[in-house]
């Protein structure tokens, strides 16, 4: 479809680390970027080429046809109940998120949207490291919640399959059932991990090194996403618990081996 080669009006609310990473390959697209964030990324936007608001009045009139949603998952509520949204110059604006939950906020967007308004959940899962050579073969989840401009969200999807995403459509529920087990469940290893400190040594077997890389590769995201993937996700409320009880179940094995010595 040709119109998936037009360029888009893209508008961002949260300008941190991972809206940039994103907003480097949007502008090598040719797409049109504004942004608006509550830190002062002003100069960052100029270099990029990007049009940069600190009020989000302003930046609501830009006549953006994507706003895309780049928070936090533990500020999304605050932030997207504080838009005003009858300022915004096109009535069918398509809103985009990028949270690494999706449930959360699918409905909290239903709540507050106008109805004239489209919503497309997505997650791009890869960041500035994993991403970092390319995006070709990285899966980009994303679930058509309420789309009436086919066209418009056509050419936004457009974006990741020209970059070689591997697009996985997937409702809410599934996503966040998966992201438990997989996301989640990595994260808190990491994070257990980094919490007894494991270092290199002079004798690190394969598997080894490899721990040393998960911590490494999951703190280097911040406790609040870590955090916002546990509050928002009930199903990974039962994945800590399973991988307490994993834990326990092994060490009584151990001890109980150790009475048979």
Same mark, same amino acid.
């Given at each position: 479809?040709?119109?998936?080669?037009?360029?888009?009006?893209?508008?961002?609310?949260?300008?941190?680390?991972?809206?940039?990473?994103?907003? %480097?390959? +949007?502008?090598?697209?040719?797409?049109? #970027? !504004?942004?608006?964030?509550? /830190?002062?990324?002003?100069? @960052?936007?100029?270099?990029?080429?990007?049009?940069?608001?600190?009020?989000?009045?302003?930046?609501?009139?830009?006549?953006?046809?994507? %706003?895309? +949603?780049?928070?936090?998952?533990?500020? #999304? !509520?605050?932030?997207?109940? /504080?838009?005003?949204?009858? @300022?915004?110059?096109?009535?069918?604006?398509?809103?985009?998120?990028?949270?690494?939950?999706?449930?959360?906020?699918?409905?909290?967007?239903?709540?507050?949207?106008?109805?004239?308004?489209? #919503?497309?959940?997505?997650?791009?899962?890869?960041?500035?490291?994993?991403?970092?050579?390319?995006?070709?073969?990285?899966?980009?989840?994303?679930?058509?919640?309420?789309?009436?401009?086919?066209?418009?969200?056509?050419?936004?999807?457009?974006?990741?399959?020209?970059?070689?995403?591997?697009?996985?459509?997937?409702?809410?529920?599934?996503?966040?059932?998966?992201?438990?087990?997989?996301?989640?469940?990595?994260?808190?290893?990491?994070?257990?991990?980094?919490?007894?400190?494991?270092?290199?040594?002079?004798?690190?077997?394969?598997?080894?090194?490899?721990?040393?890389?998960?911590?490494?590769?999951?703190?280097?995201?911040?406790?609040?996403?870590?955090?916002?993937?546990?509050?928002?996700?009930?199903?990974?409320?039962?994945?800590?618990?399973?991988?307490?009880?994993?834990?326990?179940?092994?060490?009584?094995?151990?001890?109980?081996?150790?009475?048979?010595?």
């Amino acid at each position: 479809m040709s119109s998936s080669l037009e360029s888009l009006k893209i508008g961002i609310i949260g300008f941190g680390p991972f809206a940039q990473f994103l907003a %480097i390959t +949007l502008v090598k697209q040719g797409h049109t #970027l !504004s942004a608006t964030s509550r /830190s002062d990324h002003s100069e @960052l936007s100029s270099r990029l080429g990007i049009n940069f608001f600190r009020d989000i009045e302003t930046f609501l009139e830009f006549n953006n046809d994507v %706003i895309l +949603l780049c928070t936090s998952i533990v500020s #999304l !509520s605050e932030v997207v109940k /504080s838009i005003p949204f009858h @300022l915004l110059k096109k009535p069918n604006t398509l809103f985009v998120d990028v949270l690494s939950v999706k449930i959360h906020p699918r409905d909290l967007l239903l709540q507050v949207l106008p109805e004239s308004m489209d #919503l497309l959940c997505t997650h791009p899962m890869f960041g500035p490291e994993s991403g970092r050579d390319g995006w070709h073969g990285l899966p980009f989840v994303f679930d058509k919640i309420r789309i009436r401009d086919q066209d418009i969200c056509s050419r936004f999807l457009q974006i990741f399959e020209q970059e070689g995403c591997r697009m996985v459509e997937m409702s809410c529920e599934e996503h966040d059932k998966q992201a438990a087990r997989s996301q989640f469940l990595t994260h808190t290893i990491g994070r257990v991990l980094s919490e007894m400190d494991i270092k290199s040594t002079s004798m690190d077997t394969k598997g080894f090194q490899t721990l040393i890389q998960l911590k490494e590769s999951t703190v280097k995201d911040s406790f609040d996403l870590y955090s916002g993937l546990f509050i928002h996700n009930k199903l990974a409320q039962q994945e800590l618990k399973n991988l307490e009880l994993a834990l326990q179940t092994v060490k009584q094995r151990l001890l109980d081996r150790m009475e048979i010595e």
